[in-house]
C-alpha cells in the first residue's frame, strides 16, 4: 500500500474548464487544495480553487513553478501539449500517465491500442494523402468518417463520406492534418462506462449510461442504460482491461457502441467525463472525487448507483430554462459560472434523480 | 416574485470556517463566486473561494470594500459584531437579516422571543448579580444551568448547578458577564429541524435529525429520527413559525429537546447548522445550496429526503480513522482543509447513508 498523499497537499490540474472545477471542488472535500493552470483568465475552475495560474501552456517557466508547488499533476482535457507535460514530470507525478495521454490525443494510436488488446473497434486506416484515402476507402467501404489523427471533440475536424462525390471536401476539410479513416458503425445505442484504477491497481466502474448526441455534443445520458446483463458486464471489462494495459490511474470516460454483433469501443478519454455527471447525484462518491482519490492514493470509494438519473447538459440558451429547472422536484443543478452563454457552450447540467426502479 | 441574483453574481460570506467552506462549493454549484471575510489566515473557505479578505471584523475600510464587491451578504456564525454589520448594510442587503442575529446573539433575547411566540422553553431568568442569581435559583430550581447571554457555542460558557455548593462556582464562571439562568430540562431526545425560507416568503424543512453530544459537541446526527409523527409535525411547525416571525431569508437549524410533555426549543441558529450536513447526501439540494438559493432569490430546492443518513463529526484525532472509512460502503467523507489536528476541533464529518427503510 502507498500512503495517501497528506491532508493539505495541492493537486495540480492543467486546464480550468468545467471539469477542472468540479475536480478541484472534489479535491477541497477531500481535504486537499488545488493549484489551477489555465491560460484563459477568469476560468471557471479559478473559482473554487486555493490558487489558479494564468499563463499558456508554452511558459516553461510558468509551468515550473506550478510544479514545483503541487504534489501531483492531473488534467482536465486530453490534449494538453506534451511540452508542458515534460516540463511537468521532471519534477511531480502525472496522473493519469503520459502514455494514456499520448495514445488517446491520437485517434490511430487510440485505435490501434485498443484493437492491439483485442477489443473490436470501428475499422479504421491511416490517411496521410489522397491516395491513402481512396485506398481506405476501398478497403473499409462508404459511408465511412474521415478525422483528424488529433485534436478533434464535439464533432469538431470530423467529415462523413456517404459517396464518391463526399470524398475530395473530405479531404480538403482535414487542411492536411495526420487523419484516420473510421468505417461506419450501425449501432442502436451508444453508451459509456465511466471507470476507475486506484494507485494500487484495484478498479472500479461505474452503472453504464446511455448517450444522447446532438450535433456532435452530449445532450443526455441515462443510467440505466437499456442493456443486457452481458452487455453490462462486458462493457466494464472492457473498461478494465483498457485501465490496466495502460498502468492507468484515475477516472477514466470509455465510450461504446452496442450493435447487432455485441459491444465496439469507440473512443477513451483519459479524465473525467461528462457522461459520468450523472455519478453526482446517483453515487456516495462521484467520478470527481473517485479521480482525486485514485491519484492521491486513497482507496477507490463506493461507487454503487442508489437512483435512476437523466443528466441533461445545459447548452448555450438551455441556461434560460434554469427558474423552471430550479422548481423541479428531484432535480439538482450544477453551473459552471460562465459569464457568457454562446450557442454550443456547456453552461451546466443538471442531474434528475429518483429511486432506482 | 423577486429576480434572483444573476449568474456571476457575489454572495460575501462572513467567516471563513467549515460552514462557510460548504457555503462557497454551494454557491458555485449555482453559478456564483464567493468572497469570504475571516480575520485567520488560511482559512477552510479560502481554498474554495473565488477571493477572501483576511482582516479584523473591526476594519472598517476593509469591511467597505468588501460590501461594495458583493451583491449580498450571508454569515457562517452568529457571533459578528454588529458594527461589522453597521458597515455592510449600509451598501448591501445582509441575510438572514440583522434581527434574526440581534435576537440569537443574546440567550436571554432568544429566550423572549421564543416565549413570545407562544413556543414552549426551558425556564429561564436573566442573571447580573449574585442576588439575581438567588433569586432565579429560587423561582426556577435545581439543577440548573447557568449560562452567558452571548458568545457562548459547544458548551463554552456554561455551568451547570446541581446543587448549593455549585451556585458561587458558577456564579464565579461568568467573570462578569450578563447571563441567563435555564431550568434544566428532563428529555429523552434531542432533535433539530433544518428550515429554510426563501425571499418570496416559501418555507420548507427538511426531516428532522437526532442529535447526540459528547461533551457539549454535536459527535452524530442521525436521520430519520426516532419520533413519533406527530412530534415531527410539530417540529417542523414551530421552525415555520419562528421563520415567519423574523421574516428570514436563509436557513435555520433549531435544536429541540423531546420530553414527556412534547417538545421544547433548546435554541436556534440564525444559519447552515452542524446537524444538517447529512443533507448533502440525503437530498437532491443540501442546506447549503438551499441557503444559497434562499439568500440569492431562488426558489426554494427539493429538500425531501432519498435515503437514511448517520452524519459523525471527526473531531481532532478522529482524523486518524480516516483510512478505514475511506474503505466503507456508502460513507461519504467531507473534509475542512484545516492543517493541523487539535483536541475538540472540528476537522471533518462523514455521512454514512443507506435506503430508506
Chains 1, 2 share one sequence.
Not at 472535500?29 to 483568465?41: C, M
Not at 495514445?103 to 492491439?116: A, I, N, P, T
Not at 496521410?128 to 464535439?154: F, H, N, S, V, W
Request: hydrophobic residues 45%.
Amino acid at each position: 500500500m502507498t500512503e495517501p498523499l497528506p491532508q493539505g497537499a495541492t493537486i495540480g490540474i492543467l486546464g480550468g474548464g468545467q471539469l477542472g472545477r468540479m475536480l478541484a471542488v472534489a479535491a477541497a472535500r477531500l481535504g486537499y487544495r488545488s493549484h489551477v493552470y489555465e491560460p484563459a483568465p477568469d476560468c471557471p475552475a479559478s473559482h473554487v480553487a486555493a490558487r489558479t495560474t494564468t499563463a499558456p501552456y508554452e511558459d516553461a517557466a510558468a509551468l515550473a513553478r506550478f510544479a514545483a508547488s503541487v504534489d501531483v499533476v492531473t488534467y482536465e482535457f486530453e490534449n494538453v501539449p506534451a511540452e508542458a507535460l515534460d516540463a511537468i514530470e521532471a519534477r511531480v507525478p502525472i496522473r493519469p500517465n503520459r502514455r494514456a495521454l499520448a495514445v488517446s490525443q491520437d485517434r490511430l494510436s487510440e485505435k490501434e491500442f485498443l484493437s492491439g488488446l483485442g477489443l473490436p473497434t470501428a475499422p479504421f486506416a491511416p490517411v496521410a494523402t489522397a491516395g491513402e484515402l481512396a485506398a481506405a476507402l476501398a478497403e473499409i467501404g462508404m459511408p465511412a468518417i474521415l478525422k483528424t489523427r488529433r485534436l478533434g471533440y464535439d464533432g469538431k475536424g470530423q467529415a462523413r463520406i456517404a459517396g464518391p462525390r463526399d470524398t475530395e471536401p473530405a479531404f480538403t476539410a482535414m487542411a492536411g492534418a495526420p487523419a484516420i479513416l473510421e468505417g461506419f458503425v450501425e449501432f442502436s445505442r451508444e453508451i459509456s462506462v465511466i471507470a476507475a484504477r486506484g494507485l494500487s491497481g484495484e478498479v472500479a466502474a461505474y452503472d453504464p449510461g446511455e448517450n444522447l448526441h446532438e450535433g456532435g455534443i452530449l445532450r443526455t445520458t441515462r443510467v440505466p442504460a437499456e442493456l443486457p446483463p452481458e452487455h453490462r458486464t462486458a462493457a466494464v471489462l472492457m473498461a478494465g482491461r483498457i485501465l490496466n494495459a495502460l498502468d492507468y490511474v484515475g477516472v477514466i470516460g470509455v465510450e461504446l457502441f452496442v450493435t447487432r454483433h455485441g459491444l465496439v469501443v469507440n473512443e477513451f478519454a483519459p479524465r473525467v467525463h461528462n457522461s459520468g455527471h450523472w455519478t453526482q447525484n446517483g453515487c456516495a462518491i462521484d467520478q470527481f472525487e473517485q479521480h482525486i482519490r485514485a491519484i492521491a492514493g486513497w482507496p477507490l470509494g463506493d461507487g454503487s448507483r442508489y437512483a435512476d438519473v437523466t443528466m441533461e447538459n445545459l447548452i448555450g440558451d438551455d441556461i434560460a430554462r434554469l427558474p423552471a429547472i430550479a422548481r423541479e422536484p428531484g432535480a439538482s443543478i450544477h453551473l459552471y459560472g460562465k459569464a457568457e452563454a454562446r450557442a454550443g457552450r456547456k453552461m451546466g447540467h443538471v442531474n434528475r434523480a429518483m429511486p432506482r426502479r
